[in-house]
């Protein structure tokens, strides 16, 4: 007998033929990372999990229009990051979005640790466009191109906010990394 | 960054070739006054993967609802299998039915209406038909223009006759006060 890991593609295929269960499984795998990555972009426990809810409920019911089903993770991704700024859009309609995206609140559970509220609120200090791109490069371990299509933007762009997103949060984080400077000890 | 000829963030991110990886591995162990700072966007890195995962509060999960099941045509047109079996079925329905279905002549045209006809035919027909309906315009022309003289005449012998009947009133009217002064002794 031969075992073989379910992965995503048999579950979306079952979840397809109207399983319900494939897809809880599918959910089951993917709710943390979501919710995480967005928490990260709406800043609220409650608001993240509401918008993880609507986007698990939007991929269910456009699962027929997925062209690739082996690209599952993606696709949640996009549908996830179009019900945040849908979120962010409809929770304060008067603000600016960049300025309503710019600080979220640290995620509390995190509180405790040094280095982690360091680098939340070094991550809090970055635009919209750079933190969400260094997530999800860094934190979820997207590709380029994936990111790309996830955002909606040319993959280049998405390098740009990466590599940009990174310098900012060295600088941020170089007391906390303990990394020497070379250029700072050369100056004094 | 220190060095502009490797791409350094792409090196830490892992995003480089094998081999460009390698010659900047090279570059950088020769070079340890620019490896830290290599090592702080490493740490950087560390640090945001090292970030903890929070518990979503509740668990998300979805009953079997009719309501946000797909439906049935969205099922069937998601399912390639069954697509395949009823293109397959229909092709072989329409081979049964073009195999078995009597064949009909085709409809032959009669040797008389294919008969040839020449410019010069076509020309001469339509001069006809413009010379006929040049005729027909000028009969029809030529009746209204009778019509109209005859009520034109018809009138003017009406205008005549009023103006007759007028003159002859009036000769009464003279002659009766004629005869009335010729009673009286009048001139």
Known sequence: ?????????????????????????????????????????????DDALDVSQEAFLKAYQSLARLDDPARFGPWLYRIAH???????????????????????????????VELSLAVETALARLSAD?????????????????????????????????YTGLDQLREILSPHTGAPRPGKEAQQ | MTHPEFDWHAYVLNELPAAERERAAAWLAAHPEARAEVEELELTLSALRRLPQAEPPRRIAFVSDPVLAPSWWQRFWASGP??????????????????FLPRMPAPVAAPAA????????????????????????????????????????????????????????MEKRLATAQSLAVRYGGD
């Not at chain 1, 600016?96 to 559970?109: F, I």
């Open chain 1, 82 to 112: 179009n019900e945040a700024i849908s979120h962010i859009r409809r929770r304060r309609p008067s603000e600016d979005l960049e300025a309503a995206e710019a600080a979220p609140a640290p995620a509390r559970s995190l509180a405790g």
């Open chain 1, 1 to 45: 007998m031969i075992f073989r890991e379910v992965d995503d593609l048999d579950l979306v295929r079952g979840a397809r033929k109207g399983d319900v269960q494939m897809y809880n499984r599918l959910v089951s795998r993917w709710e943390k990372r979501v919710y995480n990555y967005l928490l990260r972009i709406v800043g609220s426990p």
């Open chain 1, 130 to 162: 750079q933190r969400e791109a260094v997530i999800l490069k860094v934190c979820e371990g997207f590709k380029f191109d994936e990111i790309a299509a996830i955002l909606g933007c040319p993959a280049s762009t998405v390098k740009s906010r990466v």
């Open chain 2, 82 to 99: 069954r697509m395949a079996f009823a293109g397959a079925a229909m092709l072989s329905v329409a081979i049964l039915v073009h195999a």
């Open chain 2, 114 to 169: 294919i008969a040839q006809v020449t410019p010069e035919q076509v020309r001469a027909e339509v001069a006809a038909a413009v010379a006929a309906a040049r005729a027909g315009d000028q009969a029809r022309f030529e009746e209204a223009k009778q019509e109209i003289l005859a009520e034109a005449k018809a009138q003017r012998q009406a205008d005549l006759q009023l103006v007759r009947e007028a003159f002859q009133m």
